[in-house]
Every structure is written in structure tokens, then in C-alpha cells.
């Protein structure tokens, strides 16, 4: 079972366009494509983590356990 709906994958969505787009990007270097997408991947995991760690238990209702500066101070 894939993990994104193939509706999801259409052409409808610019998913074909924006894939030539960074091979392009990239100088038309599909390796080089593969590993700038995993750097913006990996800075956006980073920023995820973050904003996580910004929101309040309280607000997030326990969605997210990520341990805080102050719960490690104990």
C-alpha cells in the first residue's frame, strides 16, 4: 500500500512540473537533485522539530511528547 494516495500523484497537481523543475534546478543532474532534496528535507524535519518544541502542552493536548529544557533539569 503506498503511502500517498495516487490521486495525490496526478499531473493535475504540478507534482511532474515542480519534479522537472528541480532536476533543471539542479542542472539537470538527477543525483545532485536527489541529494538537494534530502538537504531541504532534512532543514524542514529540523524546523518541524523546532515549532514542536515551541507549542505548549497544553495548546498540542499531549499530541507531541517532546521533552523540554525544564523536564530535563530534574
Known sequence: MPAVPETALSDDDGLEAAAEQAIAACGGDARETVKA???????L???VAELRAAVSTGYSRGRYDVERERDRKE
Open 45 to 47: 524535519e529540523a524546523q
Open 37 to 43: 532534496l534530502i538537504v531541504a528535507n532534512a532543514f
